[in-house]
C-alpha cells in the first residue's frame, strides 16, 4: 500500500528539487522527509531521486511517477472537498425526544425556524418525560434529547443546559398559606402538596432542597403533568412547583427564601456518537434561540 503522506512528500521533493527546502514547506525535519522518501522508494522497489552532492534530481522511475502522484493528489483533493460539502448539506432524519412541557413550551419557535432554515432535514419527535427521553439517548434511539437536565453526571452523556427555569411554590387562592407573607421550609413541609413522582428530575431536585434541613415533603399525589398538578392546586389539594409560565390568576406564590428551586433545561446527546449535520445544526439553534429569550 502507497502511504499518501509519503506520496505527497515526493511531489514536494520533485518540486523543490531539494530535501531541505521540502522540509521547510511541510513543516517536517530533512531526516522524516528522508525516511518518507526511502519508505515510498522501498514499497514500490524502485529509485525516485539521484542524490548527486547537494543536487536531487529525479530518475526514470521518479518521472514517471510524478504526474500520477499528482493525479493522486488532485484525487484526494477532490474528495475533501466533496466530503466538505456534503457535511455543510443539513439534510437527512433527525430524531429527537424531548418532555411534554419543554416541547410545548420551549420549542415552537426552534423547531418552526429548523424546518424553514433546513427544508431538506426531516424532524422525528417523540414526546414524553424528561427522564424517557434521556433514556431514549441513552440507548440510542434518539440522537438529540430536549429535557429538565439531572442534577447527576454521567460520562456517557454531555449535557448542554440552554433554559433556567425557576420552580415557584403555589398554593389557591383559598388555601390557609395563601394570606402568609413569609414562610419557613419547615411549615411549608406540614402542609400536603402535589408533586412529580419520585423518579423524577424535579422531584428529586425539590427532595434535595428538603433534605438539606432534614424535613420532607408531605406528598399527597404524584402526577408528571406540570399542568395537571397546577389543576389540583387551584382546587386545594396541596401546594406544589411549578414553572412560572404555568402560574395564573387561580394561583398564590408564596415567599419562602429557603425554598429556591431552579431546574436546568437544555440539550442532551451521547458523547459516543457522532452527531449528524441536522443535530449540530439544531444545538446551534436552540442555543442561538436561549440566549434571545
Not at 524502485?46 to 543536487?55: A, C, E, S, W
Not at 526514470?60 to 510524478?66: F, N
Not at 440522537?143 to 460520562?155: D, Y
Not at 427555569?165 to 402535589?194: N, R
Request: charged share 25%; net charge positive; with cysteine.
Amino acid at each position: 500500500m502507497i502511504d499518501i503522506a509519503e506520496l505527497l512528500t515526493f511531489i514536494k521533493v520533485a518540486e523543490t528539487s531539494s530535501f531541505s527546502e521540502a522540509a521547510s514547506k511541510l513543516f517536517l525535519t530533512q531526516p522524516a522527509i528522508s525516511k518518507r522518501i526511502a519508505a515510498l522508494e522501498g514499497n514500490l522497489g524502485v529509485r525516485l531521486f539521484d542524490r548527486i552532492g547537494r543536487q536531487v534530481q529525479l530518475t526514470e522511475a521518479g518521472i514517471r511517477l510524478l504526474p500520477k502522484a499528482r493525479k493522486m493528489a488532485e484525487d484526494l483533493q477532490d474528495i475533501k472537498r466533496s466530503m466538505t460539502l456534503q457535511m455543510q448539506d443539513v439534510s437527512g432524519e433527525l430524531r429527537l425526544s424531548t418532555s411534554h412541557h419543554v416541547g410545548l413550551r420551549r420549542l415552537p419557535k426552534s423547531l418552526k425556524r429548523f424546518q424553514e432554515d433546513f427544508p431538506s432535514a426531516h424532524l422525528e419527535i417523540e414526546f414524553t418525560q424528561s427522564e424517557e427521553a434521556y433514556q431514549d439517548v441513552l440507548k440510542g434511539r434518539a440522537e438529540l434529547g430536549i429535557i429538565t437536565l439531572s442534577n447527576k453526571e454521567n460520562s456517557l452523556i454531555e449535557s448542554l443546559p440552554i433554559w433556567s427555569d425557576p420552580l415557584t411554590c403555589v398554593v389557591s387562592k383559598d388555601h390557609p398559606l395563601a394570606l402568609s407573607k413569609k414562610l419557613s421550609l419547615i411549615e411549608l413541609a406540614q402542609h400536603a402538596c402535589v408533586l412529580p413522582n419520585k423518579n423524577t428530575f424535579t422531584r428529586q431536585i425539590a427532595e434535595q432542597v428538603f433534605g438539606k434541613q432534614g424535613l420532607k415533603p408531605k406528598v399527597r399525589m404524584n402526577t408528571n403533568n406540570l399542568e395537571t398538578l397546577a389543576m389540583l392546586v387551584s382546587i386545594g389539594w396541596g401546594w406544589s412547583l411549578l414553572p412560572s409560565t404555568l402560574v395564573d390568576e387561580k394561583l398564590v406564590v408564596l415567599n419562602i427564601a429557603d425554598l429556591n428551586v431552579e431546574r436546568k433545561l437544555g440539550v442532551i446527546h451521547h458523547k459516543q456518537r457522532t452527531l449528524s449535520r441536522a443535530a449540530i445544526a439544531f444545538i446551534e439553534l436552540l442555543k442561538s434561540d436561549g440566549t434571545n429569550l
